[in-house]
């Protein structure tokens, strides 16, 4: 099945991947962008693991091709991409190379087990129990600053916009060593980071806390952005 309608910019088509019918919009910036070439190209990316769909757009707005993507060649070129850009050499930051290793091994993990959103999540709740000794403090606000220098100290990102409320705290992330290097997928990844968080702050301020992405790299953004609420007192 393969729909297309031009005025709504929508498309509905059948995706082998996912084994079913989607329907999704063509962004209108995108449409009417001054395109040198033609025809160009609109990749929807979807699912999970995450696969995508690209369209061949003519100049006359006609949908002229369509390819369909599968989770493995999408982590390939998001691989490949993160290493151009970083440029890596013998000499660079070995925290960096760090980085690439676990970027790597991560967007390769879930590319090929559905169930990956959970691995990381629970990796996440097991750090954040192992390093919570790590930490000293015992009121929310004072927690999030050190978690601040924690974050900055180990490479992991800039944590900013600092956001109190009651019960709440909520933050940007920029340069997150979790997800910087991926594209815009239509939704939050960083399942490590909510465990973590989570973890770090229940046992610390012994009452129960969830940790929970609101944006990410992964959504389009310049930022992951982090909601850390309290939910019940522990017993």
């Avoid at 050499?89 to 990956?116: C, M, Y």
């Avoid at 929310?140 to 600053?145: A, E, K, S, T």
């Avoid at 594209?183 to 702050?201: A, I, M, N, Y």
Wanted: aromatic share 12%; proline share 3%; with cysteine.
């Amino acid at each position: 099945m393969f729909k297309y309608t031009k005025e709504k910019r929508q498309v509905k088509v059948f995706c082998p991947n996912c084994q079913q019918n989607i329907t999704f919009e063509i962004p209108s910036e995108v449409m009417h962008k001054d395109h040198k070439h033609f025809p160009f190209t609109f990749r929807y990316i979807h699912g999970n693991p995450t696969h995508s769909i690209t369209l061949y757009i003519d100049k006359n707005l006609d949908i002229r091709g369509k390819e369909f993507g599968d989770s493995i060649a999408l982590s390939d070129e998001i691989i490949q991409n993160m290493f151009q850009d970083r440029n890596l050499s013998r000499d660079s930051d070995p925290g960096v190379i760090l980085q690439s290793i676990f970027n790597t091994f991560t967007t390769v993990i879930d590319a090929r087990i559905p169930e990956s959103s959970k691995i990381h999540y629970d990796v996440g709740l097991k750090l954040g129990k192992n390093f919570e000794g790590f930490f000293v403090s015992r009121e929310l606000n004072d927690l999030v600053y050190e978690l601040q220098k924690f974050w900055k100290r180990n490479g992991f990102g800039r944590i900013e916009e600092l956001d109190f409320k009651p019960g709440e705290i909520l933050f940007n992330v920029y340069n997150c060593f979790e997800c910087s290097h991926i594209p815009d997928l239509g939704r939050t990844v960083c399942k490590l980071d909510e465990g973590f968080l989570s973890t770090l702050f229940s046992n610390r301020l012994n009452s129960q806390f969830e940790a929970s992405e609101l944006e990410c790299y992964a959504t389009g953004e310049d930022h992951c952005r982090f909601s850390i609420k309290e939910i019940g007192r522990q017993l």
